[in-house]
């Protein structure tokens, strides 16, 4: 079936350092992939997303390609903040398939 | 535009009982889902609703069900709560498959 593989944490970085969320997947076809946060107390946010092989997704300083020969989907910030802090959830919905598969989540700590 | 809203935010059951939660999608979206997120279990697909019909189901037992109504708010019924049930329960929608969805708060629900 279908299932995301991502890093564990915890992560803890200094401000401004660069943070890398390793993500991978298994899926048949071509699934939506998504990066999804979570800050305590709330429910989960779409960070961002891609749909298909090579596209790039960004939002707020992060980005991530979606690269199908390697079946990842890596999240990367350049300079975190100490706001960056939070849960982050790799995500894929499969073709004609209509729920989302998540990873186990990392939890990311940005010190000051 | 107004978010997904799930309610109640917190519930406190006793073994045995059961619970309804409700979900009010964003406006114009017709796919409604719900997550379950847990600690040990993290987050698990419950099941997917789309014009009141349920499109897509986990691997949850019977005790859990759901169902959308013509303006496409949801509830999701548990019934003989066990102490495990205990999670937070997500609620998302979508206008699509692949666009993504957006996710409500949750409902906190602890089975004492």
């Known amino acids: 079936g279908d299932s995301v593989t991502q890093m564990e944490g915890p992560v803890t970085l200094s401000e401004e350092a660069f943070l890398t969320i390793n993500c991978t997947y298994t899926?048949?076809?071509?699934?939506?992939l998504f990066w999804y946060v979570q800050y305590p107390g709330e429910g989960l946010q779409l960070l961002l997303k891609a749909t298909k092989a090579d596209d790039k997704g960004s939002n707020k300083g992060f980005e991530a390609t979606y690269r199908k020969e390697t079946t990842s989907f890596h999240l990367e910030k350049g300079s975190v903040q100490v706001s960056d802090s939070a849960v982050y959830f790799c995500a894929l919905s499969a073709t004609n398939d209509y729920k989302l598969s998540f990873g186990a989540g990392t939890t990311v700590t940005v010190r000051a | 535009k107004a978010g997904v809203t799930q309610t109640p935010r917190y519930l406190i059951k006793t073994r045995g009982q059961q619970v309804t939660l409700s979900c009010s999608p964003i406006?114009?979206?017709?796919?409604v889902s719900w997550y379950q997120q847990t600690p040990g279990q993290g987050l698990q697909f419950l099941f997917e609703?789309?014009?009141?019909?349920q499109r897509n189901k986990g691997n949850f037992p019977g005790r859990f069900s759901g169902r959308q109504f013509s303006n496409s708010r949801s509830e999701m019924n548990v019934s003989t709560l066990e102490l495990g049930d205990s999670a937070l329960y997500l609620c998302a929608s979508s206008w699509g498959q692949g666009k993504g969805y957006t996710f409500g708060s949750g409902t906190r629900l602890t089975v004492v």
């Open positions: 899926a048949t076809g071509y699934p939506s």
């Open positions: 609703y789309f014009s009141e019909t």
């Open positions: 406006s114009g979206h017709r796919s």
